[in-house]
């Protein structure tokens, strides 16, 4: 197992859904090949089977390591592109807002068009519980072990949901600021969230998060007069790893700014 | 970090292709990760042994090319070693980079061991 996150394989990937106690479905092979494997505690090599008339040459491959993800994220996204759906992948560290902003934004777009939600996390239903709520499909992937969804999950995901067309899905990603931006899931955009109680030099501290991200929300600014967080200086920061980064600011507590990131979408909604 | 989940990918991708290919085993992977790929490579050594345990490649050595990160400044198209994205154009202190290398994460060969020869004349 990764020491870092803990990235295993032991505890694969499970869908489930709110309201729905039995429901449980395994997902029997991730993108990573997620459950064919054991670990060991990394002895040594083991060279003995090698015979001396074995003939040994070079095969090569050029691949490149996320192929059977990238692959299958296409897929994802010709799915989404024939049915013109908008899927916004949300990034972020743990607690940064996403479910609240979820929350906060779904009703507001349900008036004009149907919206599903895929809720990432490695335990729980608790975030699909709070967007069941809500009265929209939503399913939850349990990635166990696992600190990122990838593409294989989602696709998984979305033969369990009913997803209307010309419709806005929201996948919430596992909080996480690493490994996450490196799994491409199909989406249109990813949008990466943090929040003013996490410190202006996120962006310079996670760079390849903010580097792969399309927009950019700062949440929780209702705590600003509490904190010592320079808004203009995260966003000078970001847009410094990121010349096309987008940059949203809200509250998904008071509701201050929602009405622009309501627009955004519903633009981009429209767009299609 | 995800070194764990890309080393059984790397794994069950170089397995494919040996195993394509009629191969007993594999003796050697040549990666290249770009230093501003994501990835430490010494975790992903670490995830790789773990990994490749009883597959095609348990024994494999593996080699990592390191390709280092070079930037192009969009403003006077000098280009410059960089180790981070918020790199700062050396010639006129620009902030608009692109990245041209040091992003790469390929597989790039295997080696493989076809077995005895059985042959014998
Ligand atoms: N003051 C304030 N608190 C907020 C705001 N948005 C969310 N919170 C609080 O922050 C905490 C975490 O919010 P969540 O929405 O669960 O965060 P999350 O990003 O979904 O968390 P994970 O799914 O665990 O990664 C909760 O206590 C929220 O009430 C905000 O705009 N202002
Ligand atoms: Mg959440
Ligand atoms: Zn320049």
Known sequence: MCETCGCSTDGGAVLRKPGQTGYHVHISESCDGSDSHHHGEGHPHDHSHHHEESSSRKVLLEQDVLLKNNLLAERNRGFFEARNIF??????????????????????????????????DQQTTNDADRIHILGVPVIQVNTGSGCHLDAMMINRALKELELQNNSLLCIENVGNLVCPAMFDLGEALKVVVISVTEGDDKPLKYPNMFHEADLCILNKIDLLPYVDFDARKCR????????????????????????????????????? | MHEMSIALSIVEAIETK??????????????????????Q?????FCFSAAAKGTLAESALLHIEEPEGVGKCMECCAKFPVSFYYAECPECRSLRIEIVSGEEFRIQTITIEEGEINNNV
């Open chain 1, 87 to 120: 899927a916004l992948n949300f990034l972020s560290s743990p607690g940064s807002g996403k479910t609240t902003l979820l929350e906060k934004t779904i009703p507001l777009i349900l008036s004009h068009f149907p919206v599903a939600v895929i809720e990432g």
């Open chain 1, 236 to 272: 000078e920061n970001a847009v410094r790893i990121n010349h096309h980064l987008e940059w949203l600011e809200v509250s998904a507590k008071t509701g201050e700014g929602l009405d622009v990131w309501q627009q955004w979408i519903e633009n981009k909604l429209k767009q299609r």
């Open chain 2, 18 to 39: 040996a195993r394509e290919e009629g191969a007993e085993s594999i003796s050697g992977i040549d990666l290249v990760v770009g230093k501003l790929a994501g990835i």
């Open chain 2, 41 to 45: 490579p010494d975790s992903l050594r």
